[in-house]
Structure formats: structure tokens, C-alpha cells
């Protein structure tokens, strides 16, 4: 169990664990998907003709028309040449209600596409199993620390040491949990859900493709892994801009309060891209709190200018409170797991 306040910050680099694609590989998709000069030869792929079909279908419903989505697809697909994420376009292009309306379409297609082609199933595939299997995944060595010692009676209190932070689009976090918590301690899977969804603090910055049927909001459900699903241009609606969230007082709000709580913070695959780093240290007002930071294959002097940059933002003073880690997050998460309960 969690017995210290804790903020997990999860970025796109854990997503490798358990398959999902990292931010390069989505941009890299999307690009592909948008190449809409191919779609009257013989060579173009499948994403990029049901691309077509859904912009076909969504166009009036948002307001706009077929050769407009295009148009900003297409201008996604230029930028990717010198982005590293589809996150920092849509940035880039928010005065472009074209380009921001076919990324964010493009955003929820590819997620719950990755989500249906995940190991991470729908459901166990055994009795006695979880829906991802093994333990080399941080999702498995996160959900071993929730209910590590806890009582059945207390089964309530598992999160509440806990926030996440997860800046990608996926409900894999959602998802999975509670499995655990009904593996652990011999709940219906409809308990388990029910206390995930009232307990767990869970803020993801860009939004998410969809709430998963049991987190009670309709007008945004989709099953994990929903292929096409009839409500996207609502699941979209749902993907938001850097500009956007800043614009919210209410999840400004939100953010500081779960950056703030955190007594220690940890980093799971997070690349300190300055855009989420501005979000996120925006929002910190705690003082002086441990930092965990996995990273995998780091050189000096990345790690260098990424401590210098904390102390930058953060006035933390002794490097005894930072601990920059050349591991993957499951790593992280079960080495340094007495620490983390403690």
C-alpha cells in the first residue's frame, strides 16, 4: 500500500511496456493515414480510406465539409516532419479549426485502434489471470503496490495516498486496475470497477478517447478497444490543446491540487518535453518533494540538463531528493517499491 502521498506523472515512453504506441509511433501513423494524395491510387492503405469515409460521415455534424478535414489532415501530415508529437501540432495549428477537428478525430481513432490490437485484452483470458499478462509492466507493478497489506475491510483506502497524472490517451490505467483490486481481494468485477471510479485521482492533460462504460458517463462511452465507434465526433470533443486546458480555471485547478498533494513524485516514461513541463510545474506549489525519474538509456548529458532543469523550475536544493534512474518504469516501480510504501 501507498502510505505517502504520491503523484505518479505517466508519460508516452511507459506505453512501450505494455504495447501501446509511444508518441513518436502515433504521429507516425497519423502522418501515414493523412496521406490523402494516395487515396486515388493503388497504394493507399486502409486507416487512409476509412479515414475518408469518416471524414465523409462527420463533416456536416461538425460544421464544416469533407474537403476541409482533408485539408487540415493534410497539413498535420507536412508539420510531422518537424514535430515530435501530434500534441505539439494541434498547438501549433489552434487558430486552424480544421486541422485541430481532423487531429483530434485522428487522436481517438488510433488509440482505441492500439487499445484493440493491445495485449492488455478486453478481459482475462483465463479464469484466475489478469487482462495483461506477466509482470515486466509497470501497469502490474503499480497495482501490486495499491493493495500490497491492505485488509479487505479497507479496501477503500487503497488509493487514497494516490494521483495520476497520465498525459496519454489511452483508459489502459482504468482499464486494468480493476482487475487487480478484484483479483486481490475477491470482489465482482463490477465492485472493483465501482471503487476504481469513486477513489482513484486520475487527471490525464490532453484528454481521453473515450470513458470506459463503468465510469458512468454515456454521452462519452466506448468500450476498451471500440472500432469506430458511432459517438467519435463526441469521444473528440474530449482531446484538448495545451491553449485549451490552460484556459480551463477549473482543470488548472484540478491539476495543482494532485501536483500539489505529492509528498513524492514519480515519472514513468516521461520525456520532459518543455510544452508538458511547463503544464505540469505551472500547477507545483509543493515544497521540496522526493522525485523519482525512470528514463531509459539516458546519456550525462541529458541527465545533466534534465536535473538542471527541475532546479530550475522546482528551487529543490538538495539532490538527495532526486533520484534520475536509467530504468524502465515496471523497473523503477519494483525497485524502489519498499520506498514507494514506506
Not at 501513423?29 to 493507399?44: M, N, P, T, W
Not at 483479483?183 to 481521453?208: C, D, K, W
Not at 488548472?252 to 500539489?260: D, K, N, Q, V
Amino acid at each position: 500500500m501507498i502510505r505517502t502521498e504520491t503523484t505518479l506523472i505517466v508519460g508516452a515512453g511507459a506505453n512501450r511496456e505494455i504495447e501501446m504506441p509511444d508518441g513518436q509511433e502515433l504521429l507516425s501513423k497519423i502522418a501515414s493515414g493523412f496521406e490523402f494524395e494516395r487515396l486515388d491510387s493503388e497504394v493507399k492503405s486502409r486507416d487512409l480510406v476509412a479515414f475518408s469515409q469518416l471524414f465523409q460521415r462527420v463533416a456536416e455534424p461538425l460544421g464544416t465539409t469533407y474537403e476541409e478535414l482533408v485539408r487540415g489532415a493534410m497539413a498535420i501530415r507536412d508539420a510531422t516532419l518537424v514535430s515530435t508529437s501530434i500534441d505539439a501540432i494541434l498547438e501549433q495549428y489552434g487558430h486552424d479549426g480544421a486541422v485541430l477537428a481532423a487531429g483530434k478525430l485522428a487522436i481517438v481513432f488510433y488509440t482505441l485502434q492500439a487499445e484493440s490490437k493491445s495485449t492488455l485484452a478486453p478481459e482475462p483470458r483465463a479464469p484466475g489471470e489478469l487482462p495483461l499478462r506477466g509482470t515486466d509492466n509497470w501497469l502490474f507493478q503499480l497495482g501490486q503496490l495499491i493493495v500490497k497489506g491492505v485488509p479487505r475491510a479497507k479496501a477503500e483506502e487503497c488509493f487514497e495516498k494516490l494521483s495520476i497524472v497520465c498525459f496519454n490517451y489511452d483508459r489502459a490505467i482504468e482499464h486494468y486496475l480493476p482487475y487487480v483490486i478484484e483479483r486481490a481481494f475477491g470482489m465482482t468485477i463490477e465492485e472493483s470497477q465501482e471503487l476504481v471510479a469513486n477513489r482513484l485521482q486520475i487527471v490525464h492533460p490532453y484528454g481521453v478517447a473515450g470513458q470506459l462504460p463503468y465510469r458512468m458517463d454515456e454521452d462519452y462511452e466506448a468500450a476498451w478497444g471500440a472500432q469506430d465507434p458511432d459517438n467519435i465526433i463526441t469521444l473528440a470533443k474530449k482531446i484538448y490543446t495545451a491553449s485549451e486546458r490552460a484556459a480551463s480555471r477549473q482543470f488548472r485547478s484540478f491539476l495543482r491540487a494532485e501536483m500539489t498533494r505529492g509528498k513524492r513524485i514519480g515519472f514513468l516514461g516521461f520525456g520532459f518535453d518543455p510544452m508538458n513541463v511547463a503544464m505540469l510545474f505551472d500547477e507545483l506549489e509543493h515544497d521540496n518533494p522526493d522525485m523519482l525519474i525512470s528514463l531509459v538509456d539516458i546519456g550525462d548529458v541529458e541527465r545533466k540538463a534534465i536535473l538542471r532543469l527541475i532546479h530550475r523550475l522546482t528551487g529543490i536544493e538538495d539532490d538527495g531528493l532526486l533520484t534520475l534512474e536509467d530504468m524502465k518504469a515496471f523497473e523503477l516501480l519494483r525497485n524502489y517499491g519498499r520506498f514507494l510504501e514506506s
